[in-house]
């Protein structure tokens, strides 16, 4: 919708009615996502503009971090940031006044930010956000053609700012109230699971995403210290919760779960990208038997009050897992039982699909292909032996994999190497153990075709966890894709595991120099009941 004005200036009553409409619609939104959002999409239309973009003020009251938009990436929410005075949007913060350039790029306090893909956009018009002469934040829009904004315009969007100032400070009051409410339905959960028959794992899965839920964290995790209560440098025991938007920030270390689990106090480190990670001890009678970690979002470091809390549910874990000990040894009977039946199935099922070809190929290359799946499907094991529970650090694998294919598929004339990136994703062990044959596939494929006629070579194996997918690339630096992909067996398992077991797709692309294979997988393969068909 676009403005119209009067000869005496003032908007025309089409203008004033959406103005109305975004008030009624923010008078009946509660929570801060909800909000953003609703401003940004309104502004947006009232405007005539391409783009909105709201930055809020974060707790150390000099960084504004991109919270809601129309027009820039989505990726770049919760992580671009500017301080005040810097850009044009900060600088009207700092001069606490509009901002506007028919061509912003050519204005000398323009300044691009990283990963947000506002090339494409001229004009800029930035208005502070205030709350009783304390800013809060900032608000511009932006089009793709160069256009001057009338002072119509600037007073329009002066009057959106007041609205949304307002709408704002209700719906951050209102997060706060809900969360204090989930607060303590968390911690009544907690003392509800104290007092049940459930098994270990089960515990740890529904304290991990209440952890997670309460206090807002990207990821949450339960580390365990060995039987002997000697030993803080176990694995993560087990990950859930709500894992959206994760940074990849590194979870503490063996040594600061030892210190954590040495002193029987809180550890909390501040994180580069305006986070924190937050590690309490799980204890029961002073005898510390692990550690509960969380990872703050971009922006949002833990405070007092979330220390407390997590130290609650901390404690009130501790006696749920003592409790949940005395009735695991059945549940790991069980559990061995049916991974080991899924698995055999697996194993025959590749080599079913093997046996067409057995005639045309060598019995020592048949061998050695069988034994590098079935030790894919070994490493799977290995990390559940060391975590013991349904939930697999799918990294953790990866990198076992790497290091067996390298020692056992190596030519002595090549150096290629093998390197695992980015995010701990967590999977069922049936899902873990598909995905792990798949990589296994593709890095021998790799190897066979990719590195021909070349001294050196590297792969790299990369896991994301984005807002609606699981992504793993494998990717070498060889000599491409050809022309036209010969559909090999073991191509055709991968196609197969991903397509039927992790409900994924597999994609193939060609890279300027070398290959990528990536895989799709949805969120709801983290999910412990995920493929629970089988």
Same mark, same amino acid.
């Given at each position: 919708?676009?403005?119209?004005?009067?000869?005496?200036?003032?908007?025309?009553?089409?203008?004033?009615?959406?103005?109305?409409?975004?008030?009624?619609?923010?008078?009946?939104?509660?929570?801060?996502?909800?909000?953003?959002?609703?401003?940004?999409?309104?502004?947006?239309?009232?405007?005539?503009?391409?783009?909105?973009?709201?930055?809020?003020?974060?707790?150390?009251?000099?960084?504004?971090?991109?919270?809601?938009?129309?027009?820039?990436?989505?990726?770049?929410?919760?992580?671009?940031?500017?301080?005040?005075?810097?850009?044009?949007?900060?600088?009207?913060?700092?001069?606490?006044?509009?901002?506007?350039?028919?061509?912003?790029?050519?204005?000398?306090?323009?300044?691009?930010?990283?990963?947000?893909?506002?090339?494409?956009?001229?004009?800029?018009?930035?208005?502070?956000?205030?709350?009783?002469?304390?800013?809060?934040?900032?608000?511009?829009?932006?089009?793709?053609?160069?256009?001057?904004?009338?002072?119509?315009?600037?007073?329009?969007?002066?009057?959106?700012?007041?609205?949304?100032?307002?709408?704002?400070?209700?719906?951050?009051?209102?997060?706060?109230?809900?969360?204090?409410?989930?607060?303590?339905?968390?911690?009544?959960?907690?003392?509800?699971?104290?007092?049940?028959?459930?098994?270990?794992?089960?515990?740890?899965?529904?304290?991990?995403?209440?952890?997670?839920?309460?206090?807002?964290?990207?990821?949450?995790?339960?580390?365990?210290?060995?039987?002997?209560?000697?030993?803080?440098?176990?694995?993560?025991?087990?990950?859930?919760?709500?894992?959206?938007?994760?940074?990849?920030?590194?979870?503490?270390?063996?040594?600061?779960?030892?210190?954590?689990?040495? @002193?029987?106090?809180?550890? *909390?480190?501040?994180?580069? $990208?305006? #986070?924190?990670? %937050?590690?309490?001890?799980? =204890? !029961?009678? +002073?005898?510390?038997?692990?550690?509960?970690?969380?990872?703050?979002?971009?922006?949002?470091?833990?405070?007092?009050?979330?220390?407390?809390?997590?130290?609650?549910?901390?404690?009130?874990?501790?006696?749920?897992?003592?409790?949940?000990?005395?009735?695991?040894?059945?549940?790991?009977?069980?559990?061995?039982?049916?991974?080991?039946?899924?698995?055999?199935?697996?194993?025959?099922?590749?080599?079913?699909?093997?046996?067409?070809?057995?005639?045309?190929?060598?019995?020592?290359?048949?061998?050695?292909?069988?034994?590098?799946?079935?030790? @894919?499907?070994?490493?799977? *094991?290995?990390?559940?032996? $060391?975590? #013991?529970?349904? %939930?697999?650090?799918?990294? =953790? !694998?990866? +990198?076992?994999?790497?290091?067996?294919?390298?020692?056992?598929?190596?030519?002595?004339?090549?150096?290629?190497?093998?390197?695992?990136?980015?995010?701990?994703?967590?999977?069922?062990?049936?899902?873990?153990?598909?995905?792990?044959?798949?990589?296994?596939?593709?890095?021998?494929?790799?190897?066979?075709?990719?590195?021909?006629?070349?001294?050196?070579?590297?792969?790299?194996?990369?896991?994301?966890?984005?807002?609606?997918?699981?992504?793993?690339?494998?990717?070498?630096?060889?000599?491409?894709?050809?022309?036209?992909?010969?559909?090999?067996?073991?191509?055709?398992?991968?196609?197969?595991?991903?397509?039927?077991?992790?409900?994924?797709?597999?994609?193939?692309?060609?890279?300027?120099?070398?290959?990528?294979?990536?895989?799709?997988?949805?969120?709801?393969?983290?999910?412990?009941?995920?493929?629970?068909?089988?």
């Amino acid at each position: 919708m676009t403005l119209e004005t009067t000869e005496t200036g003032l908007a025309r009553p089409r203008s004033f009615a959406a103005l109305r409409e975004i008030a009624r619609s923010l008078s009946a939104a509660w929570d801060l996502d909800t909000t953003l959002d609703l401003i940004a999409r309104k502004t947006t239309e009232v405007m005539g503009v391409d783009s909105c973009t709201i930055y809020l003020l974060d707790p150390d009251d000099v960084t504004l971090r991109l919270r809601a938009t129309t027009g820039l990436a989505r990726q770049s929410l919760g992580r671009a940031t500017l301080q005040i005075g810097e850009g044009m949007t900060g600088y009207a913060v700092a001069q606490n006044r509009p901002i506007y350039a028919a061509d912003a790029q050519h204005d000398p306090h323009f300044k691009w930010v990283d990963d947000t893909g506002e090339r494409r956009f001229r004009s800029l018009l930035a208005m502070p956000l205030v709350l009783n002469d304390r800013p809060i934040g900032a608000l511009n829009v932006q089009t793709t053609e160069p256009r001057g904004f009338s002072d119509e315009e600037i007073d329009i969007l002066a009057l959106l700012s007041d609205l949304a100032a307002g709408a704002l400070v209700k719906a951050r009051l209102y997060d706060r109230q809900r969360r204090q409410l989930d607060e303590l339905r968390a911690l009544a959960q907690v003392s509800a699971a104290i007092t049940s028959p459930q098994y270990l794992d089960d515990i740890l899965e529904v304290v991990t995403e209440l952890a997670a839920q309460t206090v807002g964290a990207t990821a949450c995790a339960i580390h365990l210290l060995e039987s002997n209560g000697h030993d803080a440098a176990a694995e993560p025991a087990a990950f859930a919760g709500r894992l959206a938007g994760h940074t990849g920030a590194a979870l503490p270390d063996a040594a600061a779960l030892a210190r954590v689990a040495e @002193s029987g106090r809180p550890f *909390h480190a501040p994180q580069p $990208d305006g #986070g924190s990670l %937050l590690a309490v001890p799980l =204890a !029961v009678q +002073e005898r510390v038997i692990g550690v509960l970690t969380c990872l703050a979002p971009p922006g949002h470091p833990f405070g007092d009050g979330q220390e407390v809390l997590l130290t609650t549910l901390a404690n009130q874990t501790a006696l749920a897992i003592e409790n949940a000990r005395l009735v695991t040894n059945v549940a790991v009977v069980r559990e061995m039982h049916h991974r080991i039946k899924n698995n055999l199935q697996t194993v025959a099922m590749l080599m079913q699909l093997q046996l067409p070809e057995a005639d045309r190929l060598e019995t020592r290359q048949v061998l050695l292909t069988n034994i590098h799946r079935i030790r @894919s499907i070994a490493a799977v *094991h290995e990390v559940l032996s $060391d975590q #013991g529970f349904r %939930l697999v650090d799918v990294k =953790a !694998v990866l +990198e076992r994999i790497a290091r067996t294919t390298m020692a056992d598929m190596s030519r002595p004339d090549q150096d290629v190497r093998i390197a695992i990136h980015g995010d701990n994703l967590q999977l069922p062990s049936r899902g873990a153990t598909a995905l792990s044959v798949v990589v296994n596939e593709l890095v021998q494929n790799s190897l066979e075709h990719a590195f021909v006629g070349r001294a050196a070579g590297r792969i790299d194996i990369s896991l994301a966890r984005t807002p609606d997918a699981l992504m793993l690339l494998v990717r070498d630096d060889g000599v491409g894709l050809p022309d036209e992909i010969e559909r090999s067996l073991g191509l055709e398992i991968a196609e197969t595991l991903v397509a039927d077991d992790l409900r994924g797709e597999l994609q193939f692309n060609r890279l300027a120099a070398g290959a990528e294979v990536c895989i799709r997988l949805p969120r709801a393969a983290e999910r412990p009941d995920a493929l629970s068909h089988e």
